[in-house]
């Protein structure tokens, strides 16, 4: 079949209702994202864009022009078959310093049809943090102010755009809980890890949920984009009132989005996909993992997904260029770009990732049965394959 697109991306051959908003529907035995105009939508993400870490090659490459850096990016972005930015403008993780212009990123998104999300940055990520600096008590009175002054000011601006899918609150937010537990007084730290996780995204979840339907009753919530271990089927289940979707980062072995859905009814957004930076080396590191090898695993990855009823769409760890700067750059030299330092396309990567975003709804409107298991098992052992030669 060949699929027609409506204004935000979605296929005319596959109806839900218009309600003028993002939301979602099951059809066909999948959940799928519906456009404003009532039309299925898969999203496929790149999760960082625009990054402030990216500072040093938009001066090398456009002599600090930030209006080119942001239009020539999006350009490329759109060229690769990226639909949307699961991510927004930019992530507070990686833009400290307020580099990106958000305004502008925001208007080019409107200006192109560009659907995207809207970020509530309630926790730091820890590689935020100051040292010897814990994330907030959200038990806390101070904290519950601060959340609904936040959410108050962030729903103005976007309560009334149809463009935007929904809020999603910063990636990472439970990773190392330990020292978090610990600062948190009305937490048992002798308690199981588990449980003080359960409470504590009980308590997150449904205070986010309650100040945003305060604000904006149309558009959806993402939620946090954690780490698939952070919470186990329990705690999942128990936050299914406060968001519209699951949102654990990434496929493996140990984790069924299979089980995911069926404990809890919702459907799974891959929110921070590995494939982009599954590689521990510097620079000039031979036993780094090559740009065809990440490229192999990210055409398995998509497919993957797209052919997975369980999962509604997918946001790929990775900025377009490699990093001069930041935290991944502090930590063991990763890379993490489809292009290299001088904006040259990694071999292998920049056309594997180009074809496999071809087709979308192809794919995804022909989910797997029994087959995702063979799929599951190549994918796993190909990463295997690749990475055993970097531990």
Not at 96 to 103: A, F, L, R, S
Not at 260 to 273: K, M, P, W
Request: proline share 6%.
């Amino acid at each position: 079949m060949t699929h027609t697109l409506d204004a935000y991306g979605g296929t005319t051959q596959l109806k839900g209702k218009s309600t003028g908003w993002f939301h979602l529907e099951e059809l066909g035995g999948r959940r799928w994202f519906i456009t404003p105009e009532g039309n299925a939508f898969f999203p496929v993400s790149l999760s960082h864009i625009y990054t402030g870490n990216s500072q040093p090659t938009v001066q090398k490459l456009y002599n600090g022009d930030k209006d080119a850096w942001i239009e020539k990016w999006f350009d490329q972005t759109q060229a690769l078959g990226f639909n949307c930015a699961l991510a927004g403008a930019t992530s507070k993780c990686r833009d400290h310093q307020g580099y990106v212009d958000v305004e502008k990123v925001e208007a080019l998104f409107r200006r192109e049809s560009f659907p995207y999300a809207a970020g509530l940055f309630l926790i730091p990520h820890p590689n935020e943090l100051p040292e010897g600096q814990e994330r907030p008590d959200i038990f806390s009175a101070a904290y519950q102010e601060w959340v609904e002054e936040l959410v108050a000011n962030v729903c103005s601006r976007y309560a009334n755009d149809p463009l935007m899918m929904g809020y999603y609150y910063g990636f990472g937010t439970f990773i190392k809980p330990e020292g978090w537990i610990d600062a948190i007084p009305s937490l048992d730290s002798e308690a199981p890890q588990q449980e003080n996780i359960r409470k504590m995204a009980i308590h997150l979840y449904r205070t986010v949920h309650d100040a945003i339907r305060q604000h904006d009753p149309n558009h959806l919530i993402l939620g946090p984009y954690v780490k698939e271990q952070s919470f186990d089927l329990k705690t999942w289940k128990a936050l299914t009132p406060y968001v519209d979707m699951l949102s654990p980062q990434h496929f493996n072995r140990d984790i069924s989005f299979a089980e995911q859905r069926a404990a809890t009814g919702r459907s799974v957004l891959v929110s921070d996909e590995e494939s982009g930076h599954i590689f521990e080396a510097s620079r000039q590191n031979p036993r780094s993992v090559t740009s065809e090898h990440k490229g192999r695993i990210y055409s398995l990855l998509l497919d993957r997904h797209l052919r997975d009823p369980n999962v509604c769409g997918v946001n790929f760890c990775a900025t377009l260029y490699d990093l001069d700067d930041g935290p991944l750059m502090d930590m063991w030299g990763m890379m993490e770009g489809l292009y290299d330092w001088d904006g040259n396309p990694k071999p292998g990567l920049v056309g594997a990732v180009r074809e496999a975003n071809k087709g979308i709804y192809e794919r995804a409107t022909e989910p797997y049965g029994t087959e995702l298991a063979e799929l599951d098992e190549k994918l796993c052992r190909t990463r295997d394959e690749v990475h055993k030669h970097v531990r």
